[in-house]
């Protein structure tokens, strides 16, 4: 790092505000309207210090639909790293943000939990208008290792892993709404397959390390606050040589999905999925694009642990 980029990046870091931003945003990324909520403060002292840590190569951005997020940079080097360190474990007056931040995530969680709860007696209907049709279903069929326990996060009803399902096999879904797995649960299983379904927190995932010879994520990535998180747990609990298979949108600018159906990421890019799965240590990344049931272009993408 050059002498003067240097010196910008001490310039900064010296000022308490921005320290705070800058622990809130290991966190994940965040828009104005939360890093508010959780430092209650005013939103044009919140924006001028965003500015400065963004102007300092520290902070990068994304819009989403008509929200900017603001997180910490990918390619920050090693200095940078050092040096957040450094006044993490040094700072004592942290350590209420970081139950601010805690508050916040949980509030969302709830938030979510609720909407699901509400929407889970015609979630099916929803996932046909939204979701693969039978053709693609098949491929993805194939693609999964029925070897060991196959796992599907953010289940909702069921009605995707029941399709996957082989005589058998042992399967198993997580998701956090209660109203959604009971409605799995009364699904008729196929004989001599086990397929059960449980509550759980996809970014912390109730499983040991190394028990499951796939993972299968269908249209959950996009709700979440940081899927790099759900990835890496995926990672965690994969066997070696298991797969993860990925289905979602493609970037896109349409905001009705956020207000209507609670999206907080507007799809993802190639790149965005491909640098989060080779970061976590995933290989043999396969990308293609498809069209969804309602013409909405959607990805599938597995990779291998």
């Given at each position: 790092?050059?002498?003067?980029?240097?010196?910008?990046?001490?310039?900064?870091?010296?000022?308490?505000?921005?320290?705070?931003?800058?622990?809130?945003?290991?966190?994940?990324?965040?828009?104005?309207?939360?890093?508010?909520?959780?430092?209650?403060?005013?939103?044009?002292?919140?924006?001028?210090?965003?500015?400065?840590?963004?102007?300092?190569?520290?902070?990068?951005?994304?819009?989403?639909?008509?929200?900017?997020?603001?997180?910490?940079?990918?390619?920050?080097?090693?200095?940078?790293?050092?040096?957040?360190?450094?006044?993490?474990?040094?700072?004592?007056?942290?350590?209420?943000?970081?139950?601010?931040?805690?508050e916040h995530l949980q509030k969302?969680?709830?938030?979510k939990r609720v909407y699901f709860?509400?929407?889970?007696?015609?979630?099916?209907?929803?996932?046909?208008?939204?979701?693969?049709?039978?053709?693609?279903?098949?491929?993805?069929?194939?693609?999964?290792?029925?070897?060991?326990?196959?796992?599907?996060?953010?289940?909702?009803?069921?009605?995707?892993?029941?399709?996957?399902?082989?005589?058998?096999?042992?399967?198993?879904?997580?998701?956090?709404?209660?109203?959604?797995?009971?409605?799995?649960?009364?699904?008729?299983v196929t004989s001599n397959t086990?397929?059960?379904?449980?509550?759980?927190?996809?970014?912390?995932?109730?499983?040991?390390?190394?028990?499951?010879?796939?993972?299968?994520?269908?249209?959950?990535?996009?709700?979440?606050?940081?899927?790099?998180?759900?990835?890496?747990?995926?990672?965690?609990?994969?066997?070696?040589?298991?797969?993860?298979?990925?289905?979602?949108?493609?970037?896109?600018?349409?905001?009705?999905?956020?207000?209507?159906?609670?999206?907080?990421?507007?799809?993802?890019?190639?790149?965005?999925?491909?640098?989060?799965?080779?970061?976590?240590?995933?290989?043999?990344?396969?990308?293609?694009?498809?069209?969804?049931?309602?013409?909405?272009?959607?990805?599938?993408?597995?990779?291998?642990?």
């Amino acid at each position: 790092m050059k002498f003067s980029d240097t010196l910008k990046v001490y310039k900064a870091l010296a000022d308490e505000t921005r320290i705070r931003l800058v622990h809130i945003l290991e966190h994940g990324d965040f828009h104005v309207n939360e890093l508010l909520e959780i430092l209650s403060m005013g939103q044009s002292r919140i924006s001028r210090h965003l500015k400065i840590l963004y102007q300092a190569g520290i902070l990068s951005t994304r819009r989403e639909g008509s929200f900017i997020y603001y997180s910490l940079r990918q390619d920050l080097g090693s200095f940078l790293e050092m040096t957040l360190k450094a006044l993490r474990e040094s700072s004592g007056k942290l350590t209420p943000d970081e139950l601010s931040v805690q508050e916040h995530l949980q509030k969302r969680k709830r938030d979510k939990r609720v909407y699901f709860d509400d929407i889970a007696g015609h979630w099916d209907n929803l996932k046909k208008q939204h979701g693969l049709n039978d053709n693609y279903i098949s491929k993805l069929s194939a693609l999964v290792n029925h070897q060991e326990l196959v796992v599907e996060l953010g289940s909702g009803t069921g009605s995707l892993l029941h399709s996957l399902v082989q005589p058998g096999g042992n399967y198993l879904g997580i998701d956090m709404s209660e109203e959604m797995v009971r409605i799995a649960s009364q699904r008729e299983v196929t004989s001599n397959t086990k397929l059960r379904f449980q509550v759980g927190d996809v970014e912390n995932i109730p499983l040991p390390e190394k028990t499951c010879s796939t993972v299968f994520i269908s249209m959950v990535l996009h709700h979440l606050i940081a899927p790099e998180t759900t990835l890496k747990e995926s990672y965690r609990i994969l066997s070696s040589g298991g797969k993860l298979i990925l289905h979602d949108l493609v970037k896109h600018d349409d905001d009705s999905y956020r207000e209507i159906y609670q999206h907080r990421w507007l799809g993802f890019t190639e790149e965005d999925i491909r640098s989060w799965l080779e970061k976590n240590g995933f290989k043999k990344v396969n990308y293609n694009r498809i069209t969804g049931s309602n013409h909405r272009q959607m990805f599938i993408c597995h990779a291998t642990k």
